[in-house]
């Protein structure tokens, strides 16, 4: 696979080329505008998180942090790996509606795309023979263009919603009109309301046909299909440069000076990267207080090399140890987040500590319960300053705890690509800096730590209140 130094882009061929008048024969989306949007929006967002800065900030601050070297793991290699995985099966699922979609198309390349994209994740495409050429502008030509499809696109499904629900408005109102039938019949103006609810149905109704005509809905299926298409080929050559160092399997890059690139067959072993994929990551101390260890059950067997019809959702699958296999990610993550409520709100709020308690699972409750029962019985008399110092060691572990249970809600809810989520562009949350691969009975453990403080601190508290009080 040949790249250019910087992005990658391309010019598709000319019955393909995005922006063009539609042909006669080009039918136009229709309904499946907003499934097209949503494969646009994971495509620009994997774009968006192949840049050197978000590659930058992946290696070493999410990598680095403290909570995913003491929870997940230290190596370097096997996160990198995970982040690719991920990557990889975000664009898979954006291939597979390409290919959904692309099945209406005529044009070779969209008609195609299932096979040609096979062929490319193996390594061995020709993208000269299907008129492909890559450029640093057109990639970003081609992305603004769909952010602002996708916009559109986002904004005329708001609006068809508004529209649904006025339309359902007026037909309650007509069957409420045909079926009246009192002493004294209601004119029909009467029961449909004043003339500013018809007026307002009018303007929504030409509201949703403009947005139509300037969102996805009126593009051509060949047109929309050729867009993605390049766009996913883009998205996998970069993956390609960037983890390809570290992933083996991925096929080889050769790294041009030229603005044109071409598709190499991967036996030529040709593999130069740019200044910023060059060489293993550095080893550097991970800054974190508490022991480490390199040793987390993340994955219950090595993962094997990539291959073209990889199953990346199966190669993320972790140890039966972690906490997303036990199904705790979300539970552990809002408990958290409750700890860290009741530490900034103080002991106004500590009375809220039993719906906390509630929301453990009986095993962590039993050992939260039983260290309590230690707490108390060796409590001593009130000490101000022991409480600061249950303060303080709680905040120290929220630190590096709480940004992880944070980043597991946003990568859930990314993940669940909810009505309005799906349309979103921004850089999305990764497997590995949530709570999902975490090792259980450390994170159990830090859970434990932290709700225990948080009871002695709320317990002195409340007894200094109580005896200020006599």
Not at 111 to 134: E, M, Q
Request: hydrophobic share 40%; glycine share 6%; charged share 30%.
């Amino acid at each position: 696979m040949v790249v250019p130094k910087c992005w990658l882009s391309s010019q598709i061929g000319t019955d393909l080329i995005p922006g063009r008048d539609l042909r006669p024969d080009d039918t136009p989306l229709g309904i499946l505008a907003f499934e097209a949007a949503a494969a646009m929006s994971r495509l620009v967002s994997l774009h968006f998180s192949m840049s050197d800065r978000e590659i930058l900030k992946l290696r070493s601050d999410t990598m680095r942090s403290q909570g995913v070297a003491y929870l997940n793991s230290t190596d370097q290699a096997l996160l990198l790996r995970l982040a690719c995985y991920e990557f990889m099966d975000d664009l898979d699922r954006a291939a597979a509606t390409i290919s959904r979609v692309g099945s209406r198309c005529r044009g070779n390349l969209t008609r195609d795309f299932a096979r040609h994209y096979t062929v490319l994740k193996a390594g061995s495409a020709d993208l000269d023979r299907l008129g492909i050429r890559l450029t640093k502008k057109g990639i970003e030509r081609r992305v603004k263009k769909m952010e602002k499809y996708i916009a559109v696109t986002a904004k005329l499904f708001a609006e068809v919603e508004v529209m649904d629900e006025l339309e359902a408005t007026e037909r309650k109102m007509v069957e409420r009109w045909t079926r009246y039938s009192g002493p004294i019949p209601l004119q029909k103006d009467t029961i449909l309301g004043s003339d500013s609810f018809r007026l307002e149905l009018k303007s929504q109704r030409h509201k949703v046909k403009r947005l139509k005509d300037e969102s996805l809905w009126a593009q051509g299926f060949d047109k929309a299909v050729g867009l993605m298409a390049e766009s996913a080929f883009a998205v996998f050559a970069r993956i390609c440069v960037v983890f390809g160092p570290f992933v083996p399997g991925l096929p080889p890059v050769l790294v041009t000076d030229r603005i044109r690139v071409r598709f190499t067959q991967a036996h030529l072993k040709l593999r130069l990267y740019p200044k910023f994929s060059s060489g293993p990551i550095e080893k550097r101390r991970v800054a974190v207080d508490i022991p480490m260890r390199n040793s987390c059950p993340i994955f219950g067997a090595k993962a094997s090399d990539p291959k073209p019809d990889m199953n990346w959702t199966k190669a993320l699958e972790a140890h039966p140890d972690t906490v997303g296999v036990a199904g705790m990610a979300l539970r552990y993550a809002n408990v958290i987040l409750s700890a860290e409520k009741l530490l900034q709100s103080g002991v106004e709020e500590c009375a809220e500590r039993e719906d906390v308690y509630e929301m453990l699972p009986a095993g962590l409750r039993s050992t939260v319960r039983s260290k309590l029962r230690d707490s108390w019985r060796n409590r001593g008399p009130l000490d101000g300053s022991l409480a600061e110092g249950w303060k303080e060691a709680v905040a120290r572990i929220l630190a590096w705890l709480g940004p992880m249970a944070h980043d597991t809600i946003r990568w859930q809810e990314e993940r669940n690509m909810d009505r309005r989520m799906r349309f979103h562009t921004n850089p999305r949350a990764l497997m590995i800096q949530t709570l999902h691969l975490s090792d259980r009975e450390k994170t159990e453990a830090a859970i434990a730590e932290v709700l225990v403080g948080l009871s002695c601190v709320c317990w002195y508290e409340e007894r200094l209140r109580g005896s200020l009080r006599y």
